[in-house]
């Protein structure tokens, strides 16, 4: 596509439900990266992919975040057992490298209730 | 711990003038510089990227950048109430993930 495409834009869930996050990448950009960011707040990095190198998970912030990346191309964030705390604007980005400028999804917006 | 520092704001400019948002880093292997805006309720947007020292123009807006101050700043001119938004600075050496790294943003308000 011709940018990068989140789904869902919006989703509430009941504490204790796992959500799944999806980022489709712009076509060919081997690099994907997830962010956090919270109301008011900076972004807070989660995970990087680069090709089919290892992830670099260490901006996970618990045992309860995972993502993964199919076929270099789309990646999901699964968040188990949410908490208030999740509450945030999920945000990937994706280049052609893993050094340039990055371009943004539109979000999703995660209310945990 | 790579570092990046913003004012955080907010820089109130009237509509006109020039606005000029600054950055510092922390790591000396930076190779990439980037300026992003981010309105509110939006996801950033890439404005400008830098990768060596000097000026770069893009429209009116310029970037600058001198790695041995390390120091990267965003000149506006002509500034529109349309640039009021958050400004984030971003900076990267070649490996990526971790090391490429956000400062906090400054919020800029342009008074019409």
């Known amino acids: 596509g011709a940018g990068v495409s989140q789904s869902p834009s919006n989703k509430v869930t009941e504490k204790g439900k796992d959500v799944e996050l999806r980022c489709d990448p712009i076509?060919?950009?081997?690099?994907l990266y997830w962010y956090r960011q919270s109301l008011g707040q900076g972004l807070e990095f989660l995970i990087y992919f680069q090709g089919n190198s290892a992830p670099d998970k260490s901006g996970l912030p618990s045992d309860r975040f995972s993502a993964e990346r199919t076929g270099g191309s789309v990646s999901t964030l699964t968040i188990q057992r949410t908490q208030q705390e999740d509450s945030a604007v999920y945000l990937c980005?994706?280049?052609?490298?893993?050094?340039?400028?990055?371009?943004f999804g539109s979000g999703t917006r995660l209310t945990v209730v | 711990q790579k570092e990046v520092e913003q004012n955080s704001g907010p820089l109130s400019v009237p509509e006109g003038a020039i606005a000029s948002l600054n950055c510092t880093y922390s790591?000396?292997?930076?190779?990439?510089f980037f300026w992003y805006r981010q309105y509110s309720g939006k996801s950033p947007e890439l404005i400008m990227s830098i990768y060596s020292n000097g000026d770069k123009e893009d429209g009116r807006f310029t970037a600058q950048l001198n790695k041995a101050s390390q120091y990267v700043s965003l000149l506006i001119r002509d500034s529109q109430p349309s640039d009021s938004a958050t400004y984030l600075c971003a900076v990267s050496n070649r490996a990526g993930g971790q090391n490429f790294v956000f400062g906090p943003g400054t919020r800029l308000s342009v008074l019409p």
């Open positions: 980005a994706s280049s052609f490298t893993g050094f340039g400028g990055y371009t």
């Open positions: 790591d000396r292997g930076s190779q990439s």
């Open positions: 076509s060919g950009h081997t690099a």
